[in-house]
């Protein structure tokens, strides 16, 4: 029901969302974003955000009502390049009460988080994902477009090879190898990726996105190994290489041939879809592998906004994203 607009709001107060205030948050979010309110508390909670702090997260109240929320989300970002660590304030949780929007609460939360975030000193860029960019842009987020899904009709595979491969739910490899699959990502960076160096962001890597996929893993024991991901494997219409990680080119082709093998081996199809492209493997060899030309899926819902990098390093950045030389995988976002 829209709000009157005679309705006196004069009075809103914006102001530091407290700990104790987060069922209303919740509240506000679920009513908007309907989905298993067990997700909501795992994924969206201050508590999920492994460095979060008091203050991060904003809210507008009316009435003594909560009707307004935006939130940073501290992520840190690795440079392969560099050996340096971007923090970087990545938006999430703007909403508005339905009877409440196109009352500009939502944009001054987010002018009220920039403030912040150039004021501290700590955050060095801001990102965000949304489909609504005019509400960002006009606040100095740019949009960048990533190849979210690669799809390739392999010519060359055979499912008789997959016998022999161990896969695991990801319970049990989180249960029996949790250190090794933290020490391949942790060597195997790509450009840019978000740290899961912190025992609560790594729990809610493998631990939470994973089991919520019902994915499976493969561990390649090479002498250097590498793990690839499939999410969703019992759905053939959601099914997707979901991420993997490879100290070389050789391993890199390994895990992901095992990855369609077992995929060809479930559901009869040698459609395969990857999240983002391959860290080492190109466009060229990609398109050997295809029967058809490969089909590169691009998203343009990732914003970016410079806190106070050198605008050659912000360019770097940006370039990394939208050729896929940096990662995002949908487990780095909680």
């Known amino acids: 029901m829209a709000l009157n607009r005679d309705v006196d709001t004069s009075s809103v107060v914006y102001r530091s969302i407290k700990k104790h205030e987060q069922k209303q948050v919740l509240d506000l979010l679920y009513s908007i974003f309907p989905c298993n309110p067990a997700d909501f508390e795992r994924s969206y909670t201050a508590e999920a955000s492994p460095d979060y702090q008091e203050g991060d997260k904003l809210g507008a ?4 009502r909560l009707v307004s929320t935006a939130h940073i989300r501290r992520l840190r970002i690795q440079s392969s390049e560099d050996d340096n660590e971007y923090l970087c304030g990545f938006i999430s949780n703007v909403a508005t009460a339905e009877e409440y929007r196109k009352r500009g609460f939502s944009r001054h939360l987010l002018r009220l988080l920039i403030e912040k975030m150039e004021q501290s000193s700590e955050f060095d860029l801001s990102m965000l994902g949304t ?54 990502h942790s060597n195997t960076s790509r450009k840019y990726q978000y740290s899961r160096t912190n ?14 996929n019902e994915a499976i893993v493969h561990i390649c024991h090479d002498a250097e190994p590498g793990y690839v991901v499939i999410s969703k494997p019992n759905n053939i219409d959601d099914i997707c290489v979901y991420e993997w990680r490879a100290p070389n080119i050789d391993v890199e082709r390994k895990v992901l041939k095992a990855a369609a093998e077992k995929i060809l081996q479930r559901h009869q199809t040698n459609i395969i879809r990857f999240h983002g492209l391959p ?7 990609l398109n050997q592998w295809a029967a058809n030309s490969i089909k590169i899926e691009k998203k343009g819902d990732m914003m970016i906004r410079n806190i106070r990098l050198s605008n050659d390093k912000l360019e770097n950045i940006k370039t990394a994203y939208s050729d896929g030389s940096a990662s995002c995988w949908l487990a780095d976002f909680f």
């Open 199 to 212: 025992g609560t962001m790594f729990t809610h890597w493998a631990g939470w996105d994973w089991q919520h």
């Open 279 to 285: 860290q080492y493997i190109g466009i060229d060899e």
């Open 61 to 64: 109240w009316h009435n003594g």
């Open 131 to 184: 489909d609504v960019h005019n509400h960002y842009s006009a606040l100095g987020w740019e949009q960048i477009s990533i190849p979210m899904i690669v799809t390739i009709e392999w010519n060359d595979l055979n499912s008789i090879n997959n016998n022999n491969i161990k896969w695991c739910s990801a319970a049990e490899v989180l249960s029996t190898d949790r250190d090794l699959l933290f020490k391949i």
